[in-house]
């Protein structure tokens, strides 16, 4: 079974601009979290979707958003794009909600905000 | 989000057991004890999870104590590729992984 895939792989940006990441996560499941990981930060929760719904959001500010769509593909958005944004972002799949269910992670986008 | 504790870092002999900790002393009865791992250059890995009960799996074993205030990831015969940043995690809500620090665990050749 494919792992969770997610692209582009690598990404420069410019301050202001925005930007559009898209995670494939494994056949057959239907949660998808994002994760934001920096150096200073470690790695934070950003949002999860379940059946195209964020049922779950950490604290970010409005500029990143997200979404899911039907065949449980989700994409995140980044408005606005501040140098601090630059980080590893990484998504999660997992088949179902719920704390008895592990997730798995893709490689992750590095984006680069200059 | 519950808090856990772990050593900033470890270190073991290759072929050797590895014993890594954690304090989770604020556990909640529906917390459930996850442990990810994190190689150089990839995302987390999914490494093991308990609720009350001792775990095994063919990547380690999970001890946690009688009364789940810590737990122990056994690493049975640590390799090379087992050099990583080790997590420990209560989930208590929804499905989001609230990460620490974790230890940075190095292999000795």
């Known amino acids: 079974k494919a792992g969770v895939t997610q692209t582009p792989r690598y990404l420069i940006k410019t301050r202001g601009q925005q930007v559009t990441l898209s995670c494939s996560p494994i056949s057959g499941h239907r949660s998808v979290s994002w994760y934001q990981q920096t150096p200073g930060q470690g790695l934070q929760f950003l949002f999860e979707?379940?059946?195209?719904?964020?049922?779950n959001k950490g604290n970010f500010p409005g500029r990143f958003s997200g979404r899911q769509f039907s065949n449980s593909r989700s994409e995140m958005n980044v408005s606005t794009l501040e140098l601090g944004d630059s980080a590893l972002y990484l998504c999660?799949?997992?088949?179902?909600?719920?704390?008895?269910?592990?997730?798995?992670f893709g490689p992750g986008t590095r984006l680069t905000v200059t | 989000d519950a808090k856990t504790t772990q050593p900033n870092s470890m270190e073991s002999n290759e072929e050797e057991p590895v014993h890594l900790p954690c304090n989770h002393s604020t556990i909640s009865g529906t917390d459930y004890i996850h442990w990810y791992r994190q190689l150089p250059s990839q995302g987390p890995e999914y490494v093991i999870h308990g609720l009350t009960s001792n775990v095994n799996n063919r990547m380690a074993s999970l001890a946690i104590a009688e009364d789940r205030k810590s737990s122990t990831l056994i690493l049975h015969r640590a390799t090379l590729r087992d050099a990583a940043v080790y997590y420990c995690?209560?989930?208590?809500?929804?499905?989001?992984?609230?990460f620490g620090t974790g230890t940075r665990l190095t292999v000795i050749p």
């Open positions: 979707y379940f059946s195209e719904t964020q049922r």
């Open positions: 995690i209560l989930r208590e809500r929804a499905n989001n992984l609230f």
């Open positions: 999660a799949s997992s088949p179902k909600q719920g704390l008895d269910y592990e997730q798995y």
